[in-house]
């Protein structure tokens, strides 16, 4: 499903403002006027980032990272691997990939059929019980405890955690969703009915929803299918040091 004319201009200032650019800086791109590559100069970043949506690009990040990325074509650019290797080809600079994502977005609500063998708790302390569950790897960029909102699936029977979503408001725009699930429960469709949930809730307050998959992970990508999300571009973030 095409994004609606005014959703693509909340992305946009969404992630000018995250980028602390212009507000109107991106709505080029997000008009789809604008297909080259914008380049935002942060000499006080503490990374660098590419992002890919609706047919163009912005790259954010000190004078020296923009003047070495002039030559590089954006496929090459959205990969985790190039960032690093021009960071580090600087000199001392230190680099550390902080992950290459999808972005996908929905203005409309997915469906949801209720269930009637599992209860939503919107309490952190049960988000923590499910995190508990999972490898510390699955932990990494989802922080659901954490998240503003949290929907978390339990059992009818015993309360025990299933699965998870919650979400963070970027800029005041933008509901960014992470889902986590318990290891022992994935493939059977928790994950897409919590997100659903999350979703759900995230348009109803007035948010564009946001969901960002590892281009790794097939499984969350095809949730973000399910799910009615349109692909609509990437996102490639280095550190610029250790920490």
């Known amino acids: 499903m095409d994004l609606e004319t005014g ?12 980028l602390r650019m212009a507000d109107s800086a991106l709505a080029s791109v997000a008009m789809g006027v604008d297909e080259v590559r914008i380049n ?6 503490t990374a660098v980032t590419f992002v890919r949506f609706m047919g163009g690009s912005v790259l954010a990040g000190p004078q020296w990272l923009l003047r070495a990325a002039a030559g590089v074509h954006d496929e090459e650019l959205a990969a985790e691997s190039t960032l690093l290797g021009l960071i580090r080809a600087h000199g001392d600079v230190a680099a550390r990939g902080l992950g290459e994502y999808l972005l996908y977005y929905a203005d409309h609500p997915p469906a949801v059929e209720e269930s009637t063998t599992t209860l939503v708790s919107h309490e952190p302390a049960t988000a923590l019980e499910l995190e508990a569950l999972c490898p510390r790897d699955d932990l990494a960029g989802v922080h659901l405890a954490e998240r503003a909102k949290t929907f978390t699936l339990v059992a ?3 309360h025990a955690p299933l699965s998870g979503a919650g979400y963070t408001v970027w800029e005041g725009l933008v509901a960014d969703l992470a889902v986590l699930t318990a290891p022992a429960l994935r493939r059977h469709g928790l994950g897409t009915y919590i997100a659903a949930i999350a979703a759900d809730h995230a348009l109803s307050e007035g948010f564009v929803a946001q969901f ?14 399910a799910l009615g999300f349109t692909l609509t571009g990437s996102l490639t973030r280095a550190s610029l040091g250790d920490d």
Do not use: F, P
């Open 156 to 158: 009818e029977e015993g």
């Open 212 to 225: 960002s998959a590892e281009v790794s992970n097939k499984a969350a990508q095809l949730m973000a299918d």
């Open 40 to 45: 935002h100069r942060d000499d006080d970043a």
């Open 7 to 18: 959703t693509r201009a909340i992305i946009a200032l969404a992630w000018a403002r995250r």
